[in-house]
Each structure stands twice: as structure tokens, then as C-alpha cells.
T-cell receptor, first 115, second 112 residues
Framework: AQSVTQPDIHITVSEGASLELRCNYSYGATPYLFWYVQSPGQGLQLLLKYFSGDTLVQGIKGFEAEFKRSQSSFNLRKPSVHWSDAAEYFCAVGALYNQGGKLIFGQGTELSVKP | DGGITQSPKYLFRKEGQNVTLSCEQNLNHDAMYWYRQDPGQGLRLIYYSQIVNDFQKGDIAEGYSVSREKKESFPLTVTSAQKNPTAFYLC???????????FGSGTRLTVV
């Protein structure tokens, strides 16, 4: 079955520390991969996406993610976290041939940032 | 600026009532989606439409209905048959491929 797993429900990091959010997926073929961020009561903002090519993807707000096919992973990283990064982060996968391009989401990882 | 507008932001409904959530986009996207978000469960697909006058059930369509009479609009009706409608509802649209996947700001529905 197609699924996305974000193993960490909640992560707390200190401001200025590095961050890695994990994402593993199960899919029939290499899907399109996304990371979104959501502030409380708001919609989803796209951080970055991977479709093909270079497996290290740069996104907005200093985030990057690396696609590792052998591990079916797409982990999100940031070298130095800012207090404004506190939010919920969702990993998602999708394909055009699957239900009109629907996205399958992980359960989300809530990030807290300590001063 | 182009985008997706969802209204209202907050909606309260009495048990047994139907309620309609609005979703309008000016991105000229063909495909539109409705997702439901519950705490700790990510987002789940309710309905999607790839073209005007056509729509398909998603993974959790029971108790919901939609229409797609115009390219710009994809309203969602939460019927009294939906047993647990309290949730955050997100509308999305996309253009060609999955490149332009865009989400609205959501509607929080509470049954009182």
C-alpha cells in the first residue's frame, strides 16, 4: 500500500542548531516528493519538491532535502534553525496516474524551537 | 496575485444540517482537490476534479458531495450523513503535472 511515514511526531531543537526531519515512503514507483510547512490554522506552504535529477533539492527558507532511492527516504534538513521555523511539517508523495494526482501525506512532525 | 480562496475561515454547524464550504481559484488550474485534516493524521483526500463537470471520489468521500460547474470553483458540501465532520478542510488545485500544486488557507468546521 502507498504510504508516507514521518517517525517523529514532535521534535524540539535549540535556536541555531541543525535540524533533520525524517520521511520514508512506500510507493509503486518513484513518486514526486514534497515537503510542506503549516503554521497553526493556516494552509500548507511548499518548502521544496523533487521530481527528478539531482537528489539534493534546495528549497525556500534555507531548507534542503535529499532523496535516497535505496532507503525510500526524503529527509528535510536545515543547518541553523530560527525561532520562526516552529510549525508543523508534512512530507507528501504523489503521481499523476494515482487518483488524478492526489498527494499522500505523512502524519506530520511538529517542530518546537527553544530560545 | 493568483491563488486559492477558501471561505469562510471558521464555520459552525448544528448536528443534522448540511453546510457548504467555498473554494475559488484564479490560477486557471484544471484539477482541484478537497482534503480533510485531523490532528495527528495528516491530510486525506475527499474528492477531486480534473475537469469541469467531472469529479471523482477520494479516500473518504462518504458524507460529502461536490460540484464543478465552473473551472474556478469547487464547493464542498458536508452533509448530515458525515458522522464526524469536525475538522480542518483544505482545498487545493494544480496545473499541468504536479508542479503547481497550491493550497488554500483552509476552513475549520465545528459541529455544535
Amino acid at each position: 500500500a502507498q504510504s508516507v511515514t514521518q517517525p517523529d511526531i514532535h521534535i524540539t531543537v535549540s535556536e541555531g542548531a541543525s535540524l533533520e526531519l525524517r520521511c520514508n515512503y512506500s510507493y509503486g514507483a518513484t513518486p514526486y516528493l514534497f515537503w510542506y510547512v503549516q503554521s497553526p490554522g493556516q494552509g500548507l506552504q511548499l518548502l521544496l519538491k523533487y521530481f527528478s535529477g539531482d537528489t539534493l533539492v534546495q528549497g525556500i527558507k534555507g531548507f534542503e532535502a535529499e532523496f535516497k532511492r535505496s532507503q525510500s527516504s526524503f529527509n528535510l534538513r536545515k543547518p541553523s534553525v530560527h525561532w520562526s521555523d516552529a510549525a508543523e511539517y508534512f512530507c507528501a508523495v504523489g503521481a499523476l496516474y494515482n487518483q488524478g494526482g492526489k498527494l499522500i501525506f505523512g502524519q506530520g512532525t511538529e517542530l518546537s524551537v527553544k530560545p | 496575485d493568483g491563488g486559492i480562496t477558501q471561505s469562510p475561515k471558521y464555520l459552525f454547524r448544528k448536528e443534522g444540517q448540511n453546510v457548504t464550504l467555498s473554494c475559488e481559484q484564479n490560477l486557471n488550474h484544471d484539477a482541484m482537490y478537497w482534503y480533510r485534516q485531523d490532528p495527528g493524521q495528516g491530510l486525506r483526500l475527499i474528492y477531486y476534479s480534473q475537469i469541469v463537470n467531472d469529479f471523482q471520489k477520494g479516500d473518504i468521500a462518504e458524507g460529502y458531495s461536490v460540484s464543478r460547474e465552473k473551472k474556478e470553483s469547487f464547493p464542498l458540501t458536508v452533509t448530515s450523513a458525515q458522522k464526524n465532520p469536525t475538522a480542518f478542510y483544505l482545498c487545493a488545485s494544480r496545473g499541468e503535472g504536479l508542479y503547481g500544486y497550491t493550497f488554500g488557507s483552509g476552513t475549520r468546521l465545528t459541529v455544535v
